[in-house]
């Protein structure tokens, strides 16, 4: 926005014009990541302070919510997370004048603790700021109020609080903190990070989870890679863990992954399971998230529930290990809860120069650089040679190597009793069944995933037995000895060998492609992807290389059904392939006349296939938007045998008003055999739709839907290859 002299407001309607490129003409605008840019005439010399400004409604939005204290719900607007640059951290929020009182009962040799600071504005003008705002924490006992600090905040600066309660051991006290604006009460928007009172421990509790982003298990030399990526951790491991060789995910990407290590439970509950985190805090720890990805950010709500989270993308691990030591010594006296998360092996790989040649050569001619991302590899899939993908491999393996070297001193520098758990949240295809990088198989190369547990109850050596991610958080638990709420994953010290070989794991939640689900058990793979189905026996081809015969299917359906509680039926699956420029929507209009049992739309995590659903007894209309870019499928179930009503179904295409009956095109009603069966495929003003079978679980209305795009970080997500 620009205004002038005469100006006393924004006009909000009429905005300047962002130019992407260097701009040409007066009067626009652009930005680096580290500068906003304006282009005028030198006759108009120097801009004001008064002169632009920027219209950011995220972040407007955000400080209202500060600045409103009009709520019917003081506890959740007092108790809040608070993000400051890339530290978001939980505790009271107290815009001056306000105060809070605890009513509490002081432990022996008491503390109180807390991180004063004066949240910044975010969308104010920037010449406007707090004139100053005041902590003071009072104790009121036996009649007598005493106050005992009056602290004056900093602007987006933390101040540690630690005040020693120990005169008050075993009393019941008041403890009440309030806000002074000391002059306006402007901006006064005072915050108290992690607020606690406890008893100090000289020999707290350490747990540790270290998370390597990306990491697949068969690159690790412990798990017997010709290459040594990691004789260090193998050293350790050996000595200390439990090392897992079937541990798997339940997705082949970060973020319902992630859902899933913190809850224990499926990512489809997210916001209605537990986080691990909470319940430690409930206890006096403190929970402590040290992030590299977009995708573990407060933007996709992986921030809930911890004390601190702090993301900054693509830290290198030795910047992450050092921010795990400042943590772990400024709480030296309390129980600490810590995942560590490092984002090394995930493109564009970033190893240091040291480590630059460590298994890979020269680069070859066709790389422009030593940093290269997923969107540049899968263009030039055509043109690699075996030594450009050899390259590739040689480059993720330079960056385990480097781990190697700077995560086993941290682990081997932690107590002895530290609890330590070391996993990824998948792995990564090197064109092991013909493609690259992940999200888009549940091929083992991205679902078999490193899984190191040092805790009481684990056996040190190599397990053969299945593990799962929703194992990790009751399996601590347990090694904690605390009790939590119940998991759909199981504590491994409570469960056999034969028991853990007997339970089923279901993996599916695609990022890319065709929606897929399958799942695991005795020693059987099982997947329905892309209307087909496969079932491999990894104690015959490991590699996953030749599907055994389909009428050996319904085991692993019943596996898939028992791991997911819910039904997996044969449907069918309805896709749309439109022009690439293509800006119509286009309608299915489906009409089951003995019966629609469900209808829903596939997965689309990267909203770029917008659609919509509505379905009654015996109708389904799916609708694909005018924007869509992508392919999105559509399924339904009937409620009779699927071979008997294909043979009554009315299919209606809707294309811009134009109305096209497709239901005469389906003419043989071939029986479902496993494999992808086109039942129909129809072309109408150049949309081409398809009608296939498909066996696949049916959702429940519950579930939440992952949404893997967030429009303030798409750069971010560009830069890590998950958008175009």
């Known amino acids: 926005l620009h205004r002038t002299e005469q100006e006393d407001v924004w006009n909000t309607k009429v905005g300047m014009k962002f130019n992407k490129r260097l701009p040409k003409n007066d009067n626009t605008w652009n930005m680096s990541s580290h500068s906003l840019r304006v282009h005028r ?231 209605k399971a537990p986080t691990f985190p909470a319940q430690l805090a409930e206890q006096g720890w403190y929970t402590s998230f040290l992030v590299g990805n977009i995708y573990l950010s407060s933007n996709f709500e992986l921030q809930r529930d911890w004390t601190s989270h702090r993301c ?50 020269d680069r070859p001619k066709m790389f422009k650089d030593d940093s290269f991302g997923r969107s540049e590899i899968l263009r030039n899939k055509r043109k690699l040679g075996d030594d450009d993908k050899q390259y590739i491999i040689d480059r993720y393996d330079n960056n385990l190597k480097y781990i190697d070297d700077v995560l086993t001193p941290f682990l081997e520098s932690l107590p002895e009793d530290a609890i330590v758990a070391i996993f990824s949240d998948h792995g990564e295809e090197f064109w092991d069944h013909g493609d690259f990088e992940h999200g888009h198989t549940l091929y083992d190369e991205l679902l078999n995933v490193p899984y190191i547990l040092k805790m009481p109850g684990i056996s040190t050596g190599m397990h053969t037995e299945p593990v799962s991610l929703l ?71 490991p590699n996953e290389n030749k599907s055994l015969n389909n009428n050996q299917a319904s085991k692993g359906r019943e596996a898939l059904s028992t791991a997911l509680d819910r039904p997996v039926e044969l449907g069918f699956r309805l896709t749309l392939s439109q022009p690439r420029m293509s800006k119509k929507e286009v309608s299915a209009i489906i009409r089951i006349p003995s019966g629609l049992k469900r209808a829903w739309r596939g997965s689309d995590p990267t909203a770029r296939a917008p659609m919509t659903v509505d379905y009654t007894d015996d109708t389904a209309v799916f609708t694909w938007d005018a924007k869509n870019r992508g392919s999105r499928e559509a399924f339904f179930v009937t409620t009779s045998d699927a071979m008997d009503a294909l043979q009554e179904i009315q299919i209606t295409m809707l294309i811009n008003g134009k109305e096209q009956d497709l239901t005469a095109l389906h003419i043989e009603y071939p029986e479902y055999d496993g494999r992808e069966t086109k039942l129909m495929r129809s072309k109408f003003a150049q949309q081409t739709m398809t009608l296939s079978y498909s066996m696949t679980p049916i959702p429940s209305d519950e579930d939440l839907e992952l949404d893997a795009f967030d429009d303030e970080v798409s750069e971010e997500l560009k830069v890590l290859g998950y958008m175009e």
């Not at 400042?326 to 998360?341: A, G, I, K």
């Open 41 to 271: 005439s030198p006759d108009s010399g120097a801009p004001k302070s008064w002169e632009y400004a920027v219209h950011y409604p995220k972040a407007e939005q955000r400080e209202r919510i500060l600045a409103d204290t009009k709520t019917n719900d003081p506890k959740a607007y007092v108790l809040r997370q608070q993000q400051i640059e890339d530290d978001t951290r939980h505790g009271l929020y107290l815009p001056a004048p306000s105060s809070v009182t605890y009513n509490i009962q002081v432990p022996e040799n008491g503390k109180f603790h807390g991180n004063l600071v004066l949240i910044p504005p975010e969308a104010a003008d920037p010449a406007e700021h707090s004139d100053g705002a005041i902590l003071n924490i009072a104790i009121e006992h036996n009649g007598v109020t005493t106050t005992v600090l009056s602290q004056q905040a900093k602007e987006g600066i933390y101040q540690s609080i630690d005040l020693d309660l120990s005169e008050y051991s075993g009393n019941n006290i008041s403890l009440l903190l309030s806000s002074d604006p000391n002059g306006t009460r402007e901006y006064d928007y005072l915050f108290v990070a992690d607020p606690i009172v406890y008893q100090p421990k000289a020999t707290p509790q350490r747990v540790v989870w270290v998370f390597i982003d990306t990491l697949r298990q068969d690159h690790l030399s412990m798990y017997g890679y010709e290459r040594e990526t990691t004789p260090k951790l193998d050293a350790w491991a050996e000595k200390h863990a439990g090392i897992y060789s079937e541990g798997r995910s339940i997705a082949p990407w970060t973020l319902p992954s992630a859902r899933t290590m913190v809850t224990g439970s499926v990512p489809e509950q997210w916001g």
């Open 312 to 361: 900054i993308n693509w830290p290198l691990a030795e910047v992450q290990i050092e921010r795990a030591k400042t943590v772990l010594n400024q709480y030296d006296d309390r129980d600490v809860f810590m995942m560590l998360h490092f984002m090394d092996m995930h493109l564009p790989y970033t190893e240091p120069a040291a480590y630059k040649n460590t298994f890979a050569k």
């Open 471 to 541: 194992d990790l958080v009751p399996t601590t638990a347990k090694a904690l000895n605390i009790d939590i709420e119940e998991t759909q994953g199981w504590a491994l010290q409570d469960h056999s060998v034969e028991e853990l070989r007997e339970r089923p794991q279901a993996f599916g939640r695609m990022l890319y492609g065709d929606d897929g689900w399958g799942a695991l058990h005795d020693n059987l793979k099982y997947a329905s992807l892309g209307g087909e189905e496969t079932l491999f026996d990894l104690s015959l081809d």
